[in-house]
């Protein structure tokens, strides 16, 4: 049972944008700090951007800053990724994760060990 699960990826030339979205099961999801990571294999998961519970503060990683927008809706219990000027340095499987121990802080984290809930990915492929 998927609790968090993302979509929006698809394959497209540098210079693209694509919108990420995760969609959570649980309002409760809407307290917590939330993050994106992507991944590629052989490499470990790296940090993209948080935002906290609020949406009033975000972080996020150098590669993407200027890029890349986080933003979520509690409405409709969602996180999104806007991702601008793709480049081919930014093709990997990207994560969408939930941190409950941040519920309610104005906390972001570039940390793994801090989210414990994750979606099941969505496949970003840039081509140069």
């Known amino acids: 049972q998927v609790q968090l699960h993302e979509s929006g990826g698809g394959s497209v030339p540098a210079g693209d944008s694509l919108r990420l979205s995760c969609i959570a099961s649980a309002r409760v999801f809407n307290i917590y700090t939330m993050g994106w990571f992507r991944q590629v294999p052989g490499k470990e998961r790296e940090f993209v951007a948080s935002i906290n519970w609020n949406g009033e503060t975000s972080l996020y990683a150098d590669s993407v800053k200027g890029r890349f927008t986080i933003s979520r809706d509690h409405g409709v219990h969602a996180l999104y990724l806007t991702m601008d000027n793709l480049e081919s340095s930014d093709t990997g499987i990207y994560y969408c994760?939930?941190?409950?121990?941040?519920?309610?802080?104005?906390?972001?984290?570039?940390?793994?060990?801090?989210?414990?809930?994750w979606g099941q990915g969505t496949q970003v492929t840039v081509s140069s």
């Open positions: 994760a939930g941190a409950s121990r941040f519920r309610t802080l104005d906390v972001t984290s570039p940390l793994l060990a801090d989210y414990d809930f």
